[in-house]
């Protein structure tokens, strides 16, 4: 691929890693992931025992160490190097972040009835730190099927697009703010 048909995809993970960046220092480390968790225990009510608070952390602690085998000898990543690491996983399978999306879906799935509220999305944005005036559109645009609520394969299907789509326009792109 170019880098004209990866700037989409780049500027999505810029985004991503900036609301990674808890500590605002540029980089991101292990404690970024350990206060990300903290947010969603805190926006979701849950305890650290929760079973959904434990599947997170193992799939952000496999994420974390895919991450670093991408970029040796680092224990922290810039910007540059988290993009790039993000690039080169995604030329694989979709396995690596595939248990991280289960597992978020679970925890923003507050009464467990296998559908995401408009409710239950504001607190992912809350979770992220998203403040684009136009994030609550990205739920409708993740409703695929225009029902009022984000099933799991739509929500999978967006964070697919969000790591392997070069097109601005679909849902997956916008989890941060308009790509376009």
Known sequence: MTATANAPISMKLQRQFHALDTDQD???DWS?????????RGAYA?????????????????LWRELLNRAPDQQRLSATQYVAASQDMRTGDFDRTEHVSH????I?????????????FSRL???????????MQT?????????GVISRQE???AVRQFYHSDDPEVPGSHFFGNVA
């Open 125 to 135: 944005l809350e979770v992220w730190s998203v403040t684009a005036p136009e994030a």
């Open 103 to 106: 597992a978020v879906f679970d």
């Open 108 to 120: 923003m799935d507050v009464d467990g009835d296998g559908q995401i509220t408009r409710e239950e």
């Open 32 to 40: 970024d992931y350990e206060r990300m968790l903290q947010r969603y």
């Open 155 to 157: 929500f999978l299907d």
């Open 26 to 28: 540029g980089y991101i």
């Open 46 to 62: 849950l305890e650290e025992s929760d079973r959904k608070v434990q599947a997170l952390r193992d799939g952000y602690s496999a």
């Open 139 to 147: 739920f409708d645009r993740m409703d695929a099927n225009g029902d």
